[in-house]
């Protein structure tokens, strides 16, 4: 009999959907992982480990899937929770960053008082596919002063060598394909 | 001397931002709250006590900001997070309510495997206005088969009487306006 490590147990709870967004793309829906109590508390807690000693004062995240194990990962170190928006969401002065899509380009925006010069900074997201969400970011943290402690990531798409562009950090992931 | 209670010093840190979304609107900012580790995690503790001994199953959220208290409180909780998306997103079998706009109507969509019928739920969200997109989220909670335990919120704006919407469920709130 052979028993699941946390991880394998983690990614079996993650479904292929074909063909959402759009024909011939095969979507990981992790909300089967994300619905079960045990397994969603146990992401969160591998997740957040290799972070426990790094004394980080904020973990940022991108709306809107992003914030699910941004705030509870933030809630777990008792960090602040900095959200990053879609144009034109947050209320305050922002500075905003321009990253790709498929076609054409949109914009990042964070809070210009979100984070204070010299505060450690976690990025937290549920998937790493090319690294072009989060390098930009990057940008938006460096801009204001934080220094990154670190990327972590739920899924990771290696294929994609999202972790090249993201070289100048640590990069942690839980599951990868 | 005066010392603040726990709620009047996360209401302190709550920002009116005039003029947004739109002219004449004042709106409550809870980013800086959020960004405060201490605040934020006090925040998640106190949404949470009053269902630690109710075995909640399941927190449901709406995106974009529900989603930062929900899942942050799930994880306390170490019940399941179950996303309430917009039109589109989720990508599997799901199901959906309207509810109503300033002008016109949009759409919630949930999956239909998210709850199981007698599964325990608690709502959260970080605002109770009129109860409108509430009322939407807890039809689709109630289609599935789902016993509601409570409705939880950072803030309510009590003028707005969306409780008297809510009225067959437990609603807590901590800060008022």
Do not use: W
């Amino acid at each position: 009999m052979q028993t699941l490590t946390p991880v394998q147990e983690l990614k079996s709870a993650i479904r292929d959907v074909p063909d959402f967004p759009k024909k011939g793309v095969i979507f990981k829906d992790i909300t089967p992982l994300l619905s079960d109590g045990r397994l969603f508390n146990d992401a969160v807690g591998l997740l957040s480990r290799p972070y426990t000693a790094s004394h980080v004062h904020k973990v940022v995240a991108v709306e809107a899937r992003g914030f699910i194990f941004g705030a509870a990962i933030a809630a777990r170190l008792e960090a602040g929770f900095i959200p990053v928006r879609k144009k034109g969401k947050l209320p305050h002065t922002r500075i905003k960053e321009s990253y790709e899509l498929e076609y054409g380009v949109d914009q990042l925006e964070i809070h210009q008082d979100a984070i204070v010069k010299g505060e450690r900074v976690l990025l937290v997201d549920d998937l790493l596919a090319t690294g072009g969400t989060c390098d930009a970011v990057i940008k938006l943290i460096r801009r204001l002063g934080g220094e990154i402690v670190g990327c972590t990531f739920l899924i990771e798409l290696t294929f994609l060598n999202g972790r090249k562009r993201l070289k100048d950090y640590p990069v942690t992931s839980l599951i990868t394909y």
